[in-house]
């Protein structure tokens, strides 16, 4: 300040008291700075009596000018520099509504015996500092939670900042001085050149960017996956200045992504390709003009394996099929589990001989693996059906030459290859005719609804519906479900029935109001993989104004878990509307139990296998009560199938069944009988099982 040498001098001399008054020797425009500047002044003595104050200070201390002076400076503001040093910063005393303030004090020696004090109210700097200090915590802070860091790069200076969590992130300590060369040095080197072409690309343009990248933490061991977007920041000329990007780490998303996309693409079983995965590849070789041959393999025999040695050792045969198939498959070629004890694979290139002698090949490996099981060996055999396929050929219809060769080798005796050829034309057009069937059936009203109750095993009353298909074109001998439905499946006309058959118990539910009247509907396959699907049932029942809880969908094990991520997807939408979700054949299939982690559904239909000789044995009857007490401890209804005497039904009774169906309790009636009794009532929810 300009008045400090004026101060000093006028101390020296011993001429300083109150310079506040008329004649003090700092006058004219040095006095008016001083007395009007907001920075405080004060004059003490080496023990801090004040002896002159400005109007700043005795405004900072809260007083007026000749309240303060001879009262200590220490006293009224603790913290004060004792002596001259260093500029000090302190919490100043509350002053009435003024709240807290920052003081900078500094002091300074004019003569031995006098100390001049300098203080400057900070507050508002200090205040938005530390909101500066805090919003960075924050910032940080959130960007480690949420595995975040962001970059500035400053183009002219070629220089870039990491904000701290990014170094973290990455695995360097915060502040680390990190050069762009060090950072593409870990970035992974497929990925380097995407990286810089997207960040090239985005000066050029000055639009903003993205991209993904693999990259190696500080420890160079240690990958990552980060999803990185960014934006250039021009000049008023528009050339680029800098360069601000994100990075987020998704490694642990994408792991997850990959594991669901594995489990929608595998066989849980055997670890092999499943159906999708089998059919994508056959109609990526026909698109690309490819040709070749596809392999349909059968286990001969092997339910008797299951109904004699039990379904642990079925899946045991099941994976050491699976192992010694995948180890004579060669690179290029794809193997896959269908389904079942059913196995294909493509062999692309292949002639017709050469696909019939590499499956003769595998026919002898897999007769000679013995199967041990309870003391006795047993030995397996394959059928295997040959269709070749080339330019022009579609998947659909190769498989099902395919199928029509296996089929003939299965009715040659089995444990044989049959390649197929024009003369099983006939074969093929009575699977074309009874496709015809179908989709005639769906354009002209051939298909009827048959309702089988589920009853209440202590009240004998009916509380449901399950739902099945019947062909009733009066065309000749009508082929049943387990004839024409595996047919429709291989071709979209399956999604056509499962809507079709959506729509009418839904009608029907409309028709009778009554809520006791609930329905279960039987759900393929290939319908889980229709991503329209749930908006397709959520639409028909919103604008009917059914209640979701009178509709229940039922998916079969096998297909939910060959279908598990599409599954999961149209049970999580439907059952948030409000819609019941049954698992049907549980316990079917190997690992049954997990399945149910990964499934939101409502309730499971025990298969009929375990129910068949509930009354005779005791494993089966370990089993159901394993099966029933998940099913309540998960909160999960549970139903049983196949009951067909009256000994079934006691035998579930004491195991804690309380709802099951079957021929003993009630045999599937046309939907219209069942709805619509002679004596013009409704029986549908009250009728009991001695009526049916």
Partial sequence: MTDAPDLREACAQGRVTDLGRRGDPVDGWHRLVVHQTDVGYGVTDPAGQLRWVNPALAALLGLAPGQAVGRSLPALLPGVPDGPRDVAALLAPSGGDAGHRWLEVSCTALASDTLLYRAVDITAWRDRELEASQQAQSLHRAQVLGRMGNWEWFVAEDRVVWSDALLEMVGFPPGTELDYATYASLIHPEDLPIVEDALQRALGSGERFTYTHRMLMADRRTERIYECYGEVITDPAGVPVRMLGTAHDITQAYRLHAELLRMAEEDPLTGLPNRRALTRELERQLAAGGSGALLLLDLDNFKDVNDLRGHAVGDRVMRILAATLRERVGQGQTIARLGGDEFAVVLPGARSEEAAAFAKRLGTAVAALPVVAGGATTRMTVSTGVAPFGPGDGWEGVLANADLALYASKSAGRNRVTVYETEHYADTAKRVSVLDRVRAALENGGFALHAMPMVDLHTGRTVGHELLLRLEDGQGPAPGPAEFLPAAERT?????????????????????????????????????????????????????????????????????????????????????????????????????????????????????????????????????????????????????????????VEALKRLGVSVAQGFHLGRARPLDAVLIPPNGALSAPGGSAQDR
Avoid: M
Wanted: net charge negative.
């Fill in 492 to 648: 979209d006309l399956v999604l056509d029935i499962d809507r079709w058959v959506l729509g009418q118990a839904i009608d029907a539910l409309v028709a009778y109001p009554d809520p006791a009247l609930r329905f279960n509907v039987n759900v393929s396959g290939r319908t889980l993989e229709d991503a329209d699907f749930g908006c397709f049932v959520l639409e028909r029942l919103q604008r009917a104004g059914v209640a979701p809880g009178r509709l229940g969908l039922e998916i079969t094990e096998t297909a939910a878990v060959t279908n598990l991520d599409a599954a999961r997807a149209l049970a999580l939408e439907l059952r948030a509307a409000g819609c019941r979700i049954t698992l049907d054949d549980f316990g079917s299939g190997f690992g049954s139990f997990v399945h149910l982690k990964h499934l939101p559904i409502t309730g499971l239909k025990i298969d009929g296998e375990f129910v068949r000789g509930i009354d005779e044995g005791c494993r089966d009857a370990v089993l159901v009560t394993g099966i029933v007490e998940i099913a309540r401890g998960l909160g999960l209804s549970a139903v049983a199938e196949w009951v067909e005497r009256p000994s079934q």
